[in-house]
């Protein structure tokens, strides 16, 4: 396993990040933790590593929102997802990671200006994303997911314009995400990520890391706001994740 101190120092928070947006609270704030941890650590090997701790937090988040989801979205979004992962897995190091980091951050940042600009122009009455656009942003979500690491973004491009309520809302992308992280699994596993290393880091961070803490203080939280607070903070979180992959992209 990995014995630097220094890279537990940022994935425990990052980590403690991501179960807290899995629980509901921050959203895309997800998109922070794993380019966290690549700051310390190989950007694939950060991704290996983390993976098996997301399935537990999958779990714990699926548990929580059984009952709140969305099939409709949810039948237009996960058979998408299949052909974007399948074909993030045969393109795997060979696309320009850090222009596609560039791109996605530049379609988050401005589907973020949109909303916020439009919604002062027009009241508020912005239209919904139809099923075509579901079908097309389920299967970039599963694309960058499994590329980059990054599919909270385009998914949240989709699902928040829908304007579902809130608990319904985080219930579909848990839904969404713990399926999508199960498939992921297998194009890893060929790449030969999960070796003894990157699968007993995995496992020490499981109890430095108080995972399914961070998702029920998510849970906890999203239900302690208010819908509108809970919408200003996704998108909010969105277009920090946006510029974060910017930033990334140029700076990679």
Known sequence: MITDPIFYLVAVPAMLIMGMSKGGFGGSAGALAVPMMALVADPLTAAAIALPVLLLMDAVAVWKFRRSWSRQHLAIMLPAALPGIAAAALLMGQLPVDA??????????????????????????????????????????GFTSTQIHAGEVPASIYLLPQRLDKMRLMGTNALFFATVNLLKLLPYSLLGQFDRTNLGTSLLLLPLAPLPLGVLLGHRLLRLCSESLIYRILYGFLAVAGGKLIWDGLSG
């Open 100 to 141: 596609m980091r560039v791109l996605l951050g530049g379609l988050a940042l401005f589907f973020c200006l949109h909303h916020w600009f439009w919604n002062s122009w027009s009241g508020g009455r912005g239209g919904k994303p139809g099923r075509r656009a579901g079908y097309f942003w389920g299967m970039v979500a």
